[in-house]
């Protein structure tokens, strides 16, 4: 598909998931899942920052992407946590060891068989609420139309986390981001009781909650929900098809 059509299908396509009660880890998942379409990078994956300031991990495009994203939390080190304090992108930062910059991130992301990050602040008027971080198994550049199209997407993450709200005081975009981050935690404890129960991985477990969700016109949280409860059992979810590219 030409590069502009890609873009196209893509801004439908997360549209169409913005409706009036969408949920919000879904949304940022799917945008970092055509992130890794759209633009010339391998994973893709979304910080938030909680009302009392700490980034925490919301979205990704792989399982992979989540445990950078967690080590980065752990460390209080790497692409994320720089461009969520300073406010500004990071941009074609080559990871090499050692690195003088990052030294306990930068080997375990090599190890997982990247080498370059990119990362762009998620903003509303002048306050950093996270960041989007984009990496790449190559070395190499992103040109600037990658760069452009990637602030779009930040944006559009931004403007999915405030649920269409057009005016925002401070208490309600921090309970915005707390709804946001409880649901995380929700589904991460349901994505480990769906691997327990179908002997899979997390990646495939987290895709079991997300079909089932879609298919029976649910929010994701509410899916993760029901199983994290026992109401519904993850043996029972719906099994996703072939993956299809957008």
Same mark, same amino acid.
């Given at each position: 598909m030409a590069r502009e059509s890609l873009l196209i299908a893509t801004l439908v396509e997360l549209a169409d998931?913005?409706?009036?009660?969408?949920?919000v880890i879904d949304v940022l998942t799917l945008l970092s899942l055509r992130c890794v379409d759209a633009i010339d990078v391998d994973a893709a994956g979304v910080m938030l920052a909680s009302p009392g300031g700490e980034l925490q991990f919301i979205a990704s495009s792989s399982e992979s992407m989540r445990v950078l994203e967690l080590l980065q939390i752990q460390a209080?080190?790497?692409?994320?946590?720089d461009c969520f304090k300073s406010g500004t992108a990071i941009i074609n930062?080559?990871? *090499?060891?050692?690195d003088q910059r990052w030294p306990n991130f930068a080997p375990r992301a090599i190890a997982l068989g990247f080498h370059s990050v /990119?990362?762009?602040?998620?903003?509303?008027?002048?306050?950093?609420?996270?960041?989007?971080n984009f990496f790449r198994k190559e070395k190499g550049l992103l040109d600037d139309?990658?760069?452009?199209?990637?602030?779009g997407l930040a944006d559009v993450a931004t403007i999915a986390i405030l649920q269409h709200r057009t005016s925002l005081d401070a208490k309600t975009l921090n309970t915005q981001l707390s709804i946001a981050l409880d649901?995380?935690?929700?589904?991460?404890?349901?994505?480990?009781? *769906?691997?327990?129960?179908?002997?899979t991985g997390m990646d495939d477990a987290f895709n079991r909650l997300r079909s089932h969700a879609?298919? /029976?016109?649910?929010g994701l949280t509410s899916v993760a929900t029901m199983v994290v409860e026992g109401s519904l059992s993850g043996t029972n979810l719906d099994v996703p098809g072939p993956a299809k590219r957008h």
């Amino acid at each position: 598909m030409a590069r502009e059509s890609l873009l196209i299908a893509t801004l439908v396509e997360l549209a169409d998931n913005l409706v009036d009660d969408f949920d919000v880890i879904d949304v940022l998942t799917l945008l970092s899942l055509r992130c890794v379409d759209a633009i010339d990078v391998d994973a893709a994956g979304v910080m938030l920052a909680s009302p009392g300031g700490e980034l925490q991990f919301i979205a990704s495009s792989s399982e992979s992407m989540r445990v950078l994203e967690l080590l980065q939390i752990q460390a209080d080190e790497g692409p994320c946590v720089d461009c969520f304090k300073s406010g500004t992108a990071i941009i074609n930062h080559e990871l *090499v060891e050692p690195d003088q910059r990052w030294p306990n991130f930068a080997p375990r992301a090599i190890a997982l068989g990247f080498h370059s990050v /990119h990362c762009l602040p998620m903003r509303l008027r002048g306050r950093t609420i996270g960041a989007l971080n984009f990496f790449r198994k190559e070395k190499g550049l992103l040109d600037d139309e990658d760069v452009v199209l990637a602030q779009g997407l930040a944006d559009v993450a931004t403007i999915a986390i405030l649920q269409h709200r057009t005016s925002l005081d401070a208490k309600t975009l921090n309970t915005q981001l707390s709804i946001a981050l409880d649901s995380r935690i929700i589904i991460e404890q349901a994505k480990g009781k *769906v691997a327990q129960a179908t002997g899979t991985g997390m990646d495939d477990a987290f895709n079991r909650l997300r079909s089932h969700a879609r298919n /029976h016109n649910m929010g994701l949280t509410s899916v993760a929900t029901m199983v994290v409860e026992g109401s519904l059992s993850g043996t029972n979810l719906d099994v996703p098809g072939p993956a299809k590219r957008h």
